[in-house]
């Protein structure tokens, strides 16, 4: 089962993409970590992503593309995987597409969390984050015990700089301009299917799993 998860920044993608590896068998793939494995350990690919980020330029989309590909050729990816933050334009989607083509594979799914903008900056505006730890918390939907302290290391929290809702907006700008298109990229290709985002996490998660099945 190979699914693409789209949404917005703040609608929860990353975390259903989690739970949906988890009951599929199937790993949670984001660039990120691609990037960060093939640095590490220094292949080729990883080489020429680096040279890019160095000096603080986006990775062609060719070469993001070569890296996913690569990425499906683990066994763990035999059964399929959950794509979360790719594609995010269409060139990329086009590209993965014809990648996959070669490989004789299609996508199944791609899966739409959708949440309005205006709760998409209550959420992340209310988010916080332990500078210890690391560990996140919302001050309405999961608080701290202490109010302003974290819960597993004492240590203080803080709202992100790319929580601040002006920073929220902006990140909703790009994302509508660059990446909204592929909602309408797979509605085309009859494998789109729409979630209510707003609900509780295990609402969407059951949705989720409603489409794609047991």
């Given at each position: 089962m190979?699914?693409?998860?789209?949404?917005?920044?703040?609608?929860?993608?990353?975390?259903?993409?989690?739970?949906?590896?988890?009951?599929?068998s199937?790993?949670?793939?984001?660039?990120?970590?691609?990037?960060?494995?093939?640095?590490k350990?220094g292949?080729?690919?990883?080489?020429?992503?680096?040279?890019?980020?160095?000096?603080g330029?986006?990775?062609?989309?060719?070469?993001?593309?070569?890296?996913?590909?690569?990425?499906?050729?683990?066994p763990d990816?035999?059964?399929?995987?959950?794509?979360d933050?790719?594609?995010?334009?269409?060139?990329q989607a086009?590209?993965?597409?014809?990648?996959l083509?070669?490989?004789?594979?299609?996508?199944?799914?791609?899966?739409?969390?959708?949440?309005?903008?205006?709760?998409?900056?209550?959420?992340?505006s209310?988010?916080?984050?332990?500078?210890g730890?690391?560990?996140?918390?919302?001050?309405?939907?999961?608080?701290?015990?202490?109010?302003?302290?974290?819960?597993?290391?004492?240590?203080?929290l803080?709202?992100r700089?790319?929580?601040m809702?002006?920073?929220?907006?902006?990140?909703?700008?790009?994302?509508h301009?660059q990446?909204?298109?592929?909602?309408?990229f797979?509605n085309k290709?009859?494998?789109l299917?729409?979630?209510?985002?707003?609900?509780?996490?295990?609402?969407?998660?059951?949705a989720?799993?409603?489409?794609?099945?047991?």
């Open positions: 190979k699914i693409i998860m789209l949404g917005a920044p703040g609608a929860g993608k990353g975390t259903q993409a989690e739970k949906l590896a988890e009951k599929y199937i790993p949670h793939i984001s660039t990120g970590d691609i990037f960060r494995a093939n640095i350990n292949t080729e690919l990883g080489k020429k992503a680096k040279t890019y980020m160095n000096v330029a986006l990775v062609p989309d060719d070469l993001v593309v070569d890296l996913v590909v690569d990425r499906f050729k683990d990816c035999a059964n399929g995987y959950v794509l933050g790719f594609p995010r334009t269409i060139p086009e590209a993965l597409d014809a990648a083509m070669e490989i004789g594979e299609t996508v199944d799914f791609a899966i739409n969390v959708e949440v309005p903008d205006e709760k998409i900056i209550n959420r992340m209310g988010r916080r984050t332990c500078v730890c690391g560990a996140t918390y919302h001050i309405k939907y999961n608080p701290t015990k202490v109010e302003g302290i974290c819960d597993n290391c004492g240590e203080k803080i709202l700089d790319d929580d809702p002006e920073t929220v907006k902006n990140r909703l700008s790009v994302y301009a990446t909204q298109p592929l909602i309408d797979y290709k009859d494998i299917a729409v979630v209510d985002g707003t609900k509780d996490m295990d609402d969407v998660f059951n989720i799993v409603n489409i794609l099945g047991e």
